[in-house]
């Protein structure tokens, strides 16, 4: 059976989504691990925000660093890579959700501003004045849990007594946190970070215990598109990821979550509408 619908409807700055929201990633760097630098520049990255949202998706997630390591990013490069991009995408999408994948604190402030609809903090609060900027903005925060790593790290032998028992702990209380400095609570999500600070175990007993974070009641984001988990586990290198991305997408909107990033939106967009009509909604 699938899991109870829990979840507070999602509505970061007042724009309501889907049960099972589609976001879409468009990163505007030039070394990211899937796209190696396709929608960097500013023409490209607007065309694939124009394809993803034809495709369904319901959230757009524009980044403008890499998560892992590589060139160091300062908060005005990454300022450069994506304010105008989210303002040209708000004048071109007005109904489409924006969020931006961002720890720092100064560029939150700067793409709310430019009309960003979402802080997704990947980092689980390394900068403790993000989650201060959503308030003041408005605006949703994704709530995360790297592990012990600060922005940009690797996991290195990650240990936990029992992963999702952490999960909890971390991502609950920075909620809890955003609500009380005055983040909307239909704009909080959160997000146990597949493969931030853990290993591929992790990751997997993550994805099947996911019916633990979303009975909590606040709105669970999976991101686990083309990842290095999936990719241990099948054997498979970062363009032969597909199959296995649908599969764990399909069971995590099983088991509650309601928001999933995304490399390919329309692949999601069909395998969400499948789990819909499997459980007879």
Known sequence: MPSAETSAPLRPNGRPVRRRAVMAVVNRTPDSFFDKGATYGFGAALEAVDRVVAAGAD???????????????????????????????????????????????????????????????????????LAAVAAQYGTGLVCAHP????????????????????????????????????????????????????????????????????????????????????????????GERAAGTTAVLALSAWLGASVFRVHDAAAARRALDAVEALAGR
């Not at 990454?78 to 720092?104: F, K, M, Q």
């Open 147 to 238: 592990g012990a790593l600060e922005p940009r790290m690797r996991p290195h032998r990650a240990a936990f007594d029992d992963v999702v028992a952490d999960v909890l702990d971390r991502v609950l209380g920075e909620a809890e946190r955003a609500l009380a400095l005055g983040v909307p609570r239909d704009g909080i999500v959160i997000d146990p970070a597949h493969d931030f600070g853990k290993n591929t175990r992790h990751s997997l007993e993550i994805t099947r215990r996911l019916g633990e974070l979303a009975a909590t009641g606040w709105p669970v984001l999976v991101a686990v598109s083309n990842k290095d988990f999936i990719g241990e586990t099948l054997d498979r290198p970062v």
């Open 59 to 129: 959230i757009v997630d524009i980044g403008g660093v890499k998560a892992g390591p590589g060139e160091d990013v300062d908060a005005a490069e990454e300022r450069r890579r994506v304010v105008d991009l989210v303002a040209a995408v708000r004048e071109r999408h007005p109904d489409t959700v924006i969020s931006v994948d961002t720890w720092r604190a100064e560029v939150g402030a700067a793409v709310a501003e430019a009309g960003a609809d979402l802080l997704n903090d990947t980092w689980g609060g390394a900068d403790p004045e």
